[in-house]
């Protein structure tokens, strides 16, 4: 089961422009991770932010965590070619990460 | 600093057949867990082991199976192939049995069953 859930699925977007991804997700948790796929390949881990955090910056991403509507938000800024991938919410709690469907972003140059 | 490595890359087997797929953690980690990710979906959760002993499972049947040897590398076994195993394997390793700290994942096997 899939506790994380993406929105959009599909995002294509300008290079430069800032891209916003979205994650809703159901339980209680300890954190909540972001990762990023790039054409099916591993997956490489972008940025943790704990149950206690509301907000962290890495680079240029942002994330943003809410836990009372128990939500989370990836805001990419000033996209470029090289951040077309697929990104992915993990929720961690007392089970092992759970991720959800994912966010295809397409940065057009 | 050597990360984590799987092999093979890629791998074609026929319905019924047995499939070992292995793992390799980042230098320092202990801590091996392994994913399924079906085309179009996230990963999905197998199961972890640490100190050579299956830690956690996934909702996955029986004909999935692992093993952790003393250098930490491990293995993945699924038996009875289906044509629903087909998918993309991910192994990822972490440090001291912990499943909620951030993962290191290697670059996947790509198992197709015909």
């Known amino acids: 089961s899939q506790q994380g859930e993406e929105d959009p699925q599909a995002l294509s977007i300008q290079e430069g422009e800032n891209a916003t991804m979205n994650c809703s997700y159901k339980?209680?948790?300890?954190?909540l991770q972001w990762y990023r796929q790039n054409s099916g390949r591993g997956l490489v881990h972008l940025i943790l932010?704990?149950?206690?955090?509301r907000e962290k910056h890495s680079g240029r991403l942002r994330v943003t965590l809410d836990t009372s509507k128990k939500s989370s938000s990836l805001l990419i800024t000033a996209s470029r070619a090289a951040d077309t991938a697929s990104y992915f919410c993990?929720?961690?709690?007392?089970?092992?990460?759970?991720f959800g469907k994912g966010t295809r972003l397409s940065v057009i140059a | 600093d050597a990360g984590v490595t799987q092999s093979p890359t890629h791998l074609i087997k026929t319905r019924g057949q047995q499939v070992t797929l292995r793992c390799s953690p980042k230098?320092?980690?202990?801590?091996v867990s392994w994913y399924q990710q079906a085309l179009g979906q996230g990963p999905q959760f197998i199961f972890q082991?640490?100190?050579?002993?299956?830690?956690q499972r996934g909702n996955f049947p029986d004909r999935f199976s692992g093993h952790q040897f003393p250098n930490y590398s491990s293995e993945l076994n699924v038996n009875a192939l289906l044509l629903g195993d087909s998918a993309l394997y991910l192994c990822?390793?972490?440090?001291?049995?912990?499943?909620?700290?951030?993962?290191?994942f290697g670059p996947g096997t790509r198992l197709t069953v015909l």
């Open positions: 990822a390793s972490s440090l001291g049995g912990f499943s909620s700290h951030e993962q290191f």
């Open positions: 339980t209680s948790i300890n954190n």
């Open positions: 932010i704990r149950s206690n955090e």
């Open positions: 993990a929720t961690a709690g007392n089970t092992p990460l759970v």
């Open positions: 230098s320092g980690h202990d801590t």
């Open positions: 082991y640490y100190e050579e002993e299956e830690r």
